[in-house]
C-alpha cells in the first residue's frame, strides 16, 4: 500500500502525507505554472504518469487559486468530484487515482488528457462550487 510506510520503530504502516506520495521532489511548489513546466519535461521525456500526476497537482492548486476549492491534500477524490460536479474533472480524477494510487503506468493518450483537460474543467468551475468547509478566500 503506497499510501502507508513502514514505522521502523512501531513496525507498523503509517499514512504518508498526500503531497509525499504524489511527487516529493515537488511538495512545496505552490505555482501552478511551475509544477506545469516540469508536467511539460516529464511529458517530452516520456515519463507519463509523472506528467499526470504533476498536471493533477497543478490544476487542484489553480482551483485554489480562483477560489473554487482549497488546495487540500486531506481531501479525497470523492469528495472533490461532489463538490465540482464537473465529467472532466471527473475523468481525469479516476485516471489520476488509477495511476497513482493504483500504481498503473500513465499512457500518453491519458498524459495528453491532463493537459488539454485542466484548462475546461478550470473554465466550467465557479467558486460557489467550494468544499463544503465554508472556505472563503
Not at 509525499?20 to 515519463?47: K, N, T, Y
Not at 486531506?74 to 497513482?100: E, H, Y
Amino acid at each position: 500500500d503506497r499510501s502507508k510506510r513502514k514505522d521502523p520503530k512501531r513496525g507498523t504502516r503509517q499514512p504518508v502525507a498526500a503531497a509525499e506520495l504524489l511527487d516529493p521532489d515537488i511538495a512545496e511548489i505552490r505555482v501552478p505554472d511551475q509544477i506545469e513546466a516540469l508536467a511539460a519535461e516529464a511529458e517530452a521525456a516520456g515519463d507519463f504518469s509523472r506528467a499526470l500526476r504533476l498536471r493533477g497537482r497543478a490544476g487542484l492548486l489553480r482551483l485554489d487559486d480562483a477560489s473554487v476549492l482549497p488546495f487540500d491534500p486531506s481531501l479525497t477524490t470523492g469528495q472533490l468530484m461532489r463538490t465540482l460536479r464537473n465529467s472532466t474533472f471527473d475523468a481525469l480524477a479516476l485516471t489520476f487515482d488509477r495511476v497513482v494510487y493504483g500504481e498503473v503506468a500513465a499512457t500518453a493518450t491519458e498524459a495528453g488528457a491532463a493537459r488539454d483537460g485542466w484548462p475546461p474543467v478550470l473554465r466550467e468551475t465557479q467558486p460557489a462550487q467550494r468544499v463544503a468547509s465554508g472556505s472563503t478566500r
